[in-house]
């Protein structure tokens, strides 16, 4: 801030780090550039945008359905004038004042119409190229097919997110399905399986200086799907006290068993590398803080408790990308996980609720004990006040 109260520019910091430190200006302008977002409407609004524009795509499918009588074979045609049609009405917007009344209108309805194209397109292209067979790889080539051909030129955000995370959910349906059928594999596997292969894709790409805004929908729809597969996987997988007596009785392969464990392996391995990450690098090993998250994160993932291992690690990331999203997903996600795990358990109703007491209270006890001693380094006591 300067004399006058009034906020930097980000030229102007750049400027003045660069007399400071020996920075390349250029560079870092256009990282900013590119970084910096333009002011967006609020999450609220965004959400109810998105569910509106979804309530006026299906209400527009079923305008043409009863009022052009088409019939199923047309749907695939029909579904790539909207998709034109919307892109068209997308590229005119970009070209009025952004947010005034005509350029929010024809924004909005250009996603409710690709949004429509992009639903008959799939349901079309399943009844046109299938033939009755293959309808799950069929609808997630379709659907991976036109998500690459709009992401470079429709690119909004909502659309972006939305044909990513669908695409994605249908090729997970279509490959678990295929692996169950091949390997003989129970539906528990599959969840852990995907979740070890996703997870650390999705926080490279989240953390990763290369990966640019215009991939941030990717990242983000990687995340919300680890958090889905997270969550099944506390479901459906057996708990910590269930393992011995289902492998001990042939009810679980070793091969199996290793695929089930996968999760909470490659969890901590991810968790181990955001801490470090966050904490600057391997140099914050000197910080209780790092140690202490990293023994806890091995307790947790030992426990086979992943998913509140994954919320934990969003929670970490949120707050060091400052995005308050990130950080509430994380903090809801907590909570819910560990009644999730600790319902799992087949304890009956009594144990359960005092094994949830029991989790508030260490929760609590760990909190305390963690304010007071996890924030010095291992080489400092908690007495030294002596700088730096």
């Known amino acids: 801030m300067n004399e006058k109260g009034a906020g930097v520019t980000a030229a102007g910091l750049i400027d003045s780090l660069a007399e400071v430190f020996p920075i390349d ?90 949004l429509a194209g992009k639903i008959m397109l799939v349901f079309g292209g399943v009844e046109v190229f299938s033939n009755g067979r293959d309808e799950g790889f069929t609808a997630f080539v379709i659907s991976a097919i036109f998500t690459c051909i709009t992401y470079p030129v429709y690119t909004l955000y909502m659309d972006r997110l939305i044909s990513f995370t669908s695409t994605l959910i249908m090729g997970i349906i279509w ?37 640019t805004r215009t991939f941030r929908p990717v990242s983000i729809g990687l995340v919300l799907v680890s958090v889905g597969l997270g969550f099944v996987l506390t479901e459906t997988a057996p708990g910590i006290n269930q393992l011995p007596v289902l492998f001990n009785e042939f009810e679980m392969s070793a091969g199996e068993l290793v695929a089930l464990m996968a999760a909470p392996v490659m969890m901590f391995v991810v968790f181990v590398y955001l801490a470090v990450w966050s904490a600057g690098g391997w140099k914050g090993m000197k910080k209780r803080l790092l140690s202490f998250s990293i023994l806890g994160s091995l307790v947790l993932c030992g426990s086979m408790m992943t998913c509140p291992v994954l919320a934990l690690g969003l929670i970490v990331l949120g707050y060091a990308q400052h995005d308050r999203i990130i950080s509430v997903l994380g903090s ?57």
Do not use: C
């Not at 059928?181 to 650390?200: G, K, M, N, Q, Y």
């Not at 260490?362 to 400092?380: D, G, M, N, Q």
């Open 332 to 388: 809801i996600l907590l909570p819910v996980s560990l009644f999730s795990f600790t319902r799992r358990l087949e304890l009956g109703l009594m144990d359960t609720g005092l094994l949830l007491m029991v989790q508030s209270v260490v929760l609590l006890a760990v909190f305390f004990a963690f304010r007071a001693w996890a924030f010095t380094s291992a080489e400092e006591t908690l007495t030294s006040t002596e700088p730096e």
């Open 25 to 114: 200006k250029d560079r870092a302008r256009e990282v900013a550039s590119e970084r910096i977002q333009k002011n967006q409407m609020p999450i609220y609004l965004r959400t109810l945008i998105g569910i509106g524009s979804f309530v006026s795509a299906m209400f527009l499918i079923g305008i043409f359905v009863v009022s052009i009588r088409l019939d199923e074979d047309a749907f695939f045609a029909f579904g790539l004038v909207l998709a034109a049609v919307a892109i068209f009405l997308y590229i005119k917007s970009r070209a009025l004042e952004q947010y005034s009344s005509l350029e929010s209108f024809l924004t909005l309805f250009s996603f409710a119409l690709i």
């Open 175 to 211: 490959l678990g399905g295929e692996l169950m059928s091949s390997l003989h594999w129970p539906d528990e596997l599959i969840a852990p399986l995907f979740f070890s292969v996703i997870t650390p894709l999705a926080f490279v790409m989240m953390i990763h200086p290369r990966v």
